[in-house]
């Protein structure tokens, strides 16, 4: 199945939503938990994700704790803050005002 690129200005977005799903994960359980939702469509390449990542901890919307995963390996996990979920609620919305505005051109193209 063919892979389609994340629409820019939508990565935030989905890793916060991710995480407030999931509660605590750590990055390749975020890329692939956004793989598995979007039925294999959207794939999360790690030059993007943990740039992205890196960012949030600096905003302040997400926490991150060293851990170690079901394989044994070392690994960061990351959980959404107070502030993480309020930029989630604004993601959303700002997401949903451009879907419908993009909605509104196609349809009467």
């Not at 469509?41 to 993007?48: A, F, I, N, T």
């Not at 890196?54 to 997400?62: A, E, I, P």
């Not at 930029?87 to 009467?108: D, H, K």
């Amino acid at each position: 199945m063919k892979r389609d690129e994340i629409p820019p200005g939508t990565l935030y977005l989905l890793i916060l939503k991710t995480l407030a799903l999931s509660g605590e994960l750590h990055g390749f359980e975020i890329a692939d938990s956004i793989q598995r939702a979007s039925e294999e469509v959207l794939q999360v390449e790690e030059g993007s994700l943990y740039p992205a990542l890196q960012r949030m901890l600096v905003k302040g919307w997400v926490t991150a704790e060293w851990g170690v995963t079901a394989g044994n390996r070392r690994a960061r996990y990351y959980k959404l803050t107070a502030a993480g979920r309020k930029q989630l609620t604004l993601e959303m919305s700002q997401f949903q005002r451009v879907i419908g505005a993009i909605s509104r051109v196609i349809q009467t193209a």
